[in-house]
């Protein structure tokens, strides 16, 4: 049971990734360090709808 799920740049909110998670290991919303190409760095990325 995976939902799919959407990681947004918290510097520059593009929504760089989509991804899909497990709602029981991950019931909050996800915030992850990931690369953005817009940021040209390594920036957190939260869950978006
Ligand atoms: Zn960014």
């Known amino acids: ?8 740049c918290t510097d520059c909110k593009r929504r760089n990734y989509d991804t899909t998670k497990d709602k029981k290991t991950h019931p ?3 915030e992850t360090k990931k690369y953005c190409p817009f940021c040209k ?4 990325h939260k869950e978006t709808k």
């Open 1 to 8: 049971m995976r939902t799919r799920i959407t990681l947004a």
């Open 41 to 44: 760095a390594h920036t957190l």
């Open 28 to 30: 909050e919303r996800m």
